[in-house]
């Protein structure tokens, strides 16, 4: 089956230590985005790669970043995980930006923990 | 600004009622609004689009420009039905935002 996987699905990291997560797809979706959703709240778009062009939104913390290696992988970096960093991550792919193959596609998301 | 707000945090429904989960949205341009459904232990999916103007398992929206809504409704709602909804809004480019969700609880 084509779809989105992230690893792992439960991420348990220490105040400040770096941590990365994982997403890959097997759907060849020139989109890859991430998103953080807290408890109760909405998915909030951080930054997405179009092919290899990274696009940051203007609100995300300089404390995240990422990278996309190839077309089928895509990490999440958190350089120093505070205690609100804690979060459900998504990950998601489209095919492109533009008309029907707008719909994202999301992973099972991994669950971070900071103690 | 742009903003998606779905009112209801929890909507609870008896099996073979009416259902409808509200979402309005802010945006200065031409909307692309979707509904993505998770249900329990799965992952956030699409459930349909305004553009396509298709009905998915009973599930309709109609998108209302003049009042900024795109309510999702189903005539009879099933237990199958009970799942977190979460009404979304793509403002050009990538960028899609989502609304805070409804969870739809159906009683049998």
């Known amino acids: 089956d084509a779809m989105v996987i992230q690893n792992p699905r439960y991420q348990v990291t220490q105040f400040g230590k770096p941590v990365t997560l994982s997403c890959s797809q097997t759907l060849n979706h020139n989109v890859m985005y991430w998103y953080q959703q807290k408890s109760s709240q909405a998915p909030k778009l951080l930054f997405h790669y179009y092919d290899k062009d990274f696009n940051n939104e203007a609100d995300t913390p300089d404390n995240f970043q990422s990278r996309r290696p190839n077309t089928s992988f895509c990490f999440l970096d958190i350089r120093s995980p505070g205690l609100g960093d804690a979060a459900m991550y998504l990950c998601?792919?489209?095919?492109?930006?533009?008309?029907?193959?707008?719909?994202?596609?999301f992973g099972q998301g991994t669950r971070l923990t900071v103690v | 600004a742009q903003r998606v707000t779905q009112p209801e945090k929890l909507l609870s429904v008896f099996k073979g009622a009416p259902v409808e989960l509200k979402c309005n949205y802010s945006y200065s341009g031409s909307p692309e609004l979707f509904w993505y459904v998770q249900y329990s232990r799965q992952r956030l999916q699409l459930l349909l689009r305004h553009i396509s103007r298709e009905s998915i398992k009973g599930f309709t929206a109609d998108l209302n420009k003049g009042e900024t809504s795109f309510h999702l409704k189903k005539p009879f709602a099933q237990e199958e039905d009970s799942a977190m909804y979460y009404c979304?809004?793509?403002?050009?480019?990538?960028?899609?935002?989502f609304g805070a969700g409804t969870r739809l609880f159906v009683k049998a």
């Open positions: 998601a792919t489209s095919k492109s930006g533009w008309g029907v193959n707008t719909e994202a596609f």
């Open positions: 979304a809004l793509r403002t050009g480019g990538f960028k899609t935002i």
